[in-house]
């Protein structure tokens, strides 16, 4: 049976191109758009993205209850963190004045500190993160595979989790050490966009759609 | 291994088709915007910019039809521009497929229209353009209507302004420079690096590959914008990125 991937709206950003990236790598699959318990629970696979501010997206994760459902979901099927979705699975973030997140994994998330160097030596780092950096992946995972160490994927954000985080999968160099990818159980989260990261980020992709969870 | 700095081609589109003036003077047919944009996908490039320089709504619905085609199918970053004016303009183009919308006029009648789009929308998707024009030796003012109407507003204190709104990037075009193919006015760049830390293009006057290395050496630019010397074959992305590698600047291998 054609496999059913469920992209989570809860009215967070634009969800057109990660949408079409999974219609791109999974011509055969079912992809649907859906804030639908029964849907995110009959999914073989789930898509968690979000663009914007954390203080909002949580609002709106707790006001339709997805918070407890995300929580569910991990339990059940490999799901897929995009963005501000790495940001809202772990405790705390200090956007919005500080706002608590969803404590699936530990950590916070802070905001870039201005002024500092690049790389060593180097101009300052300008915020937003936006662009194309490189990510080292940190432990062997499936969504890794075929793709090198050093890979370029797009990214645009203003807030990090710290490379010294317990779930670690990827990291990356913007001024200090960031989190580009955490990874836990069923739950694989990136901060960076695959679905604009052209060929990587394609074969990230369908790494996830290939993967069968932990 | 830094941010790579980034090649963006920039497609003009009129009437459902990619156009360049040149000196503002002979609009040449520069193809099909959903092949170019494909062209330049495959080339490497790093992320697109179409900027709709038609009057007419019936073209502007034409664009939006552009942009859904090559979302469907070009899986890098997409800037639409040209005619921007409203939260309604601005979730248009997002639906169709556009990941940021580059607003210009609409931001200088009315500046609490950016903060409003990003509060809505988010920073990542808000591009301010700035079309600026050199007044005196060190500065220059910002002009709308494709360079033609003066605002009095010094283009650093409006671009601090619109960092301060909530904009995510800034799209830096000199109109002394826009179409002449001299290079770009890299003084202005380098005011702009000086006074705001978001991420700025520049763009305005490329007429080679050292053109581009230039912005970024000199001009302290995040990414630089181009047209006429991709849309012409005169070179491509991969050209650009080797020259770029050469002289030392990050690039990405997106070929």
């Known amino acids: 049976m054609a496999q059913h991937i469920a992209i989570l709206d809860y ?3 634009n969800l057109h191109s990660i949408a079409k ?3 791109h790598v999974a011509p055969e699959a079912h992809v649907q758009i859906t804030d639908r318990a029964e849907e995110l629970h009959a999914a073989d696979r ?5 663009q914007g501010a954390i203080g909002q997206c949580m609002q709106r994760l707790r ?3 997805l918070d407890r459902l995300l929580g569910e979901l991990i339990a059940q099927k490999p799901v897929l963190g995009v963005c501000l979705g790495l940001q809202a699975v772990v405790a705390h973030s200090e956007e919005n004045g500080g706002t608590d997140c969803l404590g699936l994994l530990p950590g916070t998330v802070t905001r870039f500190p201005a002024g500092l160097p690049e790389t060593p030596g180097g101009r ?9 950096n490189t990510v080292r992946p940190t432990q062997d995972h499936p969504v890794w595979a075929g793709l090198a160490a050093g890979e370029r994927f797009y990214f645009v954000h203003s807030y990090h989790v710290a490379a010294a985080h317990p779930a670690i999968a990827g990291q990356t160099h913007y001024g200090v050490e960031i989190a580009s990818a955490l990874a836990s159980g069923n739950l694989f989260a990136v901060q960076f966009h695959p679905e604009k990261s052209q060929h990587a980020g394609l074969r990230l992709l369908r790494n996830f759609v290939a993967w069968q969870g932990a | 291994m830094a941010l790579a700095r980034r090649i963006i081609p920039c497609l003009d589109v009129d009437g459902g088709r ?6 503002f003077l002979d609009i040449r047919d520069a193809g099909d915007p959903v092949e170019v944009a494909r062209r330049y996908d495959a080339q490497g490039a790093d992320e697109l910019c179409f900027l709709d320089i038609t009057a007419s709504s019936d073209d502007r619905r034409t664009l939006v039809h552009v942009v859904e085609q090559v979302a469907a199918e070009v899986f890098i970053p997409l800037t639409v521009g040209g005619g921007v004016r409203s939260c309604e303009d601005i979730r248009r183009l997002l639906n169709a497929g556009a990941d940021k919308v580059s607003i210009n006029t609409a931001a200088v009648r009315d500046p609490d229209f950016v903060a409003e789009a990003a509060e809505r929308f988010g920073s990542q998707c808000i591009v301010v353009a700035i079309d600026a024009k050199r007044v005196e030796p060190q500065r220059w003012e910002i002009f709308t209507h494709g360079g033609r109407r003066p605002t009095g507003l010094d283009a650093i204190d409006w671009a601090r302004r619109m ?3 909530g904009a995510g990037e800034l799209l830096v075009t000199s109109m002394d420079r826009d179409g002449t193919r001299t290079g770009f006015d890299n003084a202005l760049n380098r005011a702009i690096a000086d006074a705001v830390d978001l991420p700025f293009i520049a763009s305005g006057g490329v007429g080679g590959l050292a053109d581009l290395a230039a912005g970024i050496l000199e001009g302290n630019a995040d990414a630089v914008l181009a047209a006429s010397i991709f849309h012409f074959g005169e070179h491509t992305v991969g050209e650009a990125k080797a020259h ?3 002289a030392g600047i990050p690039v990405r291998d997106g070929a």
Not at chain 1, 124 to 132: F, L, N, S, T, Y
């Open chain 1, 124 to 132: 300052a780092i300008r915020i937003p993160h936006m662009g194309w």
């Open chain 2, 163 to 165: 960092a301060a709104a």
């Open chain 1, 63 to 65: 006001t339709q209850g």
């Open chain 2, 244 to 246: 770029l590698r050469a």
């Open chain 1, 11 to 13: 009215g967070m950003g």
């Open chain 2, 18 to 23: 990619v156009v360049k003036g040149v000196r």
């Open chain 1, 46 to 50: 789930v898509v968690f993205p979000g």
């Open chain 1, 21 to 23: 990236a999974f219609e």
